[in-house]
Every structure is written in structure tokens, then in C-alpha cells.
């Protein structure tokens, strides 16, 4: 959607580790090496970094290298980045020093059928200076959404999804034995390592099997809260319709088996949000409902949910019957939009300018905890949200 209109590390030396879970024979371990000096300068910690990822494809030794010495893990994000603004946003992002960014969709806004003219804007993007100093100093992995994926709010009748998906995945470099490069659409998931916790974070791709979206018809006009904007969309009522596709939610169930104390799902328009006539999860509710009642019955706890599109920041939750289900929506790390939409899941938010989401992960005491945080373009920080892991689990029987 949305066309374009303190804390010292004493420790010198600090290893933190990333596993690829979608690398075909499960070799690859993405390594980066942060060398810190520290100084503080007003309220950002500012630090020279000296960071390599090295990639050891030759050895299998999955979890071996994990550093047992990192309690706090650090995950920015965001979305909806156009490759025709300077995008200072990205020199914020380094100044926070996050262990990984996360693009979310909408990276760039290709919406072509050219793909010669998709890849110009992409290397559009990879020249801009500050996107030379993200890359250089944070690990990146990424999924898509609509304008990335090729054309505004478009699904699997995309016609050059494939061609599309080869050149996001060689943008984001992921790796030629990845399992991404071999199945069909861009989802896939990696693993991060603190202390003795996993954080797996699930890329999600609600484009390349997403049925098509039904034309609004005026079935919400009863309610006067939707009066001060025209709606595209209906909810679908066709149960057989869906947003992930057979294949990817039989790949996320294994996902959701696998062991991990905190599961990241990251998908590229809303999750958490009530319908609003713009895309979202909302418009498929029996996909919504799948989503839930998967976490349910494979019992993965830590399950919280980040999304983008929409232009502005904001949270959201889902009661459900076993444990709240989050969204933390970032969206504008160079669009803008003029209003929020009517959401009763919200929270926390909106917030309108220009910015990027933080997840501060932190093992290290007794009860962790997941500190979300909105920072804006003017380095300010305007949102702020902690969960207590223990809140997210099912209860011990
Ligand atoms: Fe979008």
C-alpha cells in the first residue's frame, strides 16, 4: 500500500553470532565482530565500530560459534524507503549501533514491469552514502511488499515475480546455497544467539502467493469513524483465499516447532491492526485467524509480530486466549502520510515522521524483557513499550 505522495560496553571485544536457517545444508555462519572504544556524546552512544561479517561456509558447526558473552541484542527496522530521497534516516540507524537491520518492505518503490528498470533503482539505493554506511556497519537481511515485489498492492498474479525475486535476493546478498534462492517466494528465517536464549526471526512473504485483494463496497459506511477517508478494500469472504499459500504456512508451522524463546514475525503490511479498507491482514480474517490458531497449537511462546506499508508508526495487540499478540508497525524511513487510519487494537502511536523501530532485547536480567522503541528522524525517541518475556508464554501444565 501507500503510493508515494546508556549503556558501555567495557568489554573491548564483543562477538555476536547469526545463523542462517534457510542455508540448504546448514553450514553457513554469518560472524560480526564489533571492536568498541567507547565515548558518549549527548545522548546517542556513539562508538567506533570496527565490524566484519565473515562467512564460513566450509564448516558444520551451527550453534558451536555462539559467544555465550552477549545478553543484549539490539534489532532496528523499517520500511517504505524511496530510492528517489536521501534517506539520512540510515546514518540514525548506525548511530544506535543495532546488531541487525531488518527492511520490511517496500525498500524501493520499482513498481515497473521492466526489470532493467527495477534493478536501476535498486543500485539507486545502494549508492546513496547512507545506505553505503548501513551496510557497512550493520548485517541486513530483508523481505518485500508490494512496491519492491514490482507494483502497488499486487499479489501472486504479478507477472514477473521471479525475475523480481532474483534481483532482491542478489540486492540483500543472500547467499547462493540459501533455501530462499530454491523454493518458490522470498520467506525464510535466521537465529540469533544471546546468552542461552534463541531469537529467530521469521521472514514472511505476503506477496508472491497473496490471492487478489476485493473492491470496498460500501460495507463499512454504517460506521462514521471510516467517513474521513476512501477505503479500497473489503474484508474477504471466501475462506479459501489466502496470504501465505500452502507451501509457506507448512513451513512456518515447522518454523514455530523449532526451539526458540522469542519468535520475531515479520511481515510486510499490518497484522495486528483492525480492518481499515488499505491492505492488511485484515482483509484476509480467516488467514488472521490461521496465524493465531497456528501459534496456539504448536505452542510457541515469545511470539510478537513487526510490520510495515502504512507510513507511520504504532503498536498494536490482539487479546487471545492464551497470550497477547503484538504488532510494532515502522513505517517511514523516507514516505509520509497524512492521517491514521481508525485501528481499537492501538496502543502506542501514531507517530508520523519519518523514522525507525528498535527492539532491545535484554537476557540479561532475571525476567528479560523486549523493549520496543520508536527513534524519529530528528533523533528523538517518541515511542516506548516494554513486554516482560513471561508474559508472552502459554501456561505451564
Ligand atoms: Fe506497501
Not at 25 to 37: A, D, R
Request: hydrophobic letters at 30%; one cysteine or more; aromatic letters at 14%.
Amino acid at each position: 500500500m501507500r503510493k508515494l505522495f546508556i549503556l558501555i560496553f567495557f568489554t573491548p571485544l564483543l562477538v555476536f553470532s547469526q545463523v542462517d536457517n534457510n542455508t540448504k545444508s546448514s553450514e553457513s555462519i554469518h560472524k560480526k565482530t564489533v571492536n568498541q572504544s567507547n565515548t558518549i556524546k549527548n545522548k546517542i552512544h556513539k562508538e567506533s565500530i570496527d565490524q566484519s561479517i565473515k562467512i564460513s561456509s566450509d564448516r558444520n558447526r551451527r550453534d558451536a560459534s555462539f559467544s555465550k558473552n552477549k545478553s543484549i541484542l539490539k534489532i532496528a527496522f523499517g520500511s517504505c524507503a524511496s530510492q528517489t530521497h536521501k534517506l539520512p534516516i540510515f546514518n540514525n540507524v548506525v548511530n544506535h549501533q543495532p546488531d541487525i537491520f531488518i527492511f520490511l518492505g517496500d525498500n524501493i518503490y520499482g513498481d515497473t514491469k521492466d526489470m532493467q528498470e527495477l534493478k536501476e533503482k535498486y543500485n539507486q539505493l545502494s549508492e546513496k552514502e547512507s545506505y553505503k554506511n548501513l551496510k557497512k556497519n550493520v548485517p541486513i537481511i530483508a523481505t518485500w511488499d508490494d512496491h519492491d515485489y514490482g507494483w502497488n498492492d499486487i499479489g501472486k498474479n504479478y507477472k514477473y515475480k521471479e525475475e523480481s525475486k532474483e534481483i532482491f535476493l542478489d540486492f540483500f546478498d543472500v547467499s547462493e546455497n540459501s533455501s530462499r534462492r530454491v523454493h518458490e517466494g522470498i520467506y525464510g528465517s535466521y537465529n540469533y544467539k544471546l546468552d542461552d536464549m534463541t531469537v529467530q526471526i521469521i521472514l514472511l512473504d505476503q506477496r508472491t502467493f497473496r490471492d487478489d485483494l476485493v473492491t470496498y463496497k460500501g460495507e463499512f459506511n454504517f460506521d462514521n469513524r471510516y467517513s474521513f477517508y476512501k477505503q479500497d478494500y473489503a474484508p474477504h469472504k471466501d475462506t479459501t483465499t489466502t496470504i501465505l499459500g500452502k507451501e509457506q504456512w507448512s513451513w512456518l508451522e515447522n518454523e514455530l516447532k523449532n526451539q526458540a524463546d522469542i519468535r520475531i514475525i515479520a511481515t510486510g503490511t499490518q497484522f495486528g491492526i483492525e480492518w481499515n479498507g488499505y491492505e492488511a491482514w485484515a482483509n484476509f480474517p480467516h488467514e488472521q485467524k490461521k496465524m493465531l490458531d497456528l501459534i496456539n497449537k504448536t505452542k510457541a511462546n515469545g511470539v510478537f509480530f513487526i510490520s510495515g506499508d502504512v507510513h507511520y508508526s504504532e503498536i498494536s495487540k490482539i487479546q487471545t486466549d492464551f497470550y497477547p499478540i503484538y504488532d510494532f508497525t515502522s513505517s517511514g524511513l523516507s514516505s509520509t502520510w497524512k492521517f491514521s487510519t481508525p485501528n481499537k487494537n492501538r496502543i502506542e502511536g501514531p507517530i508520523m515522521e519519518n523514522h525507525f523501530g528498535l527492539i532491545t532485547i535484554n537476557s540479561q536480567i532475571k525476567t528479560p524483557t523486549i523493549l520496543m522503541e520508536t527513534w524519529d528522524i530528528y533523533d528523538n525517541q517518541r515511542l516506548e513499550y516494554i513486554i516482560n518475556l513471561e508474559d508472552l508464554q502459554f501456561n505451564k501444565e
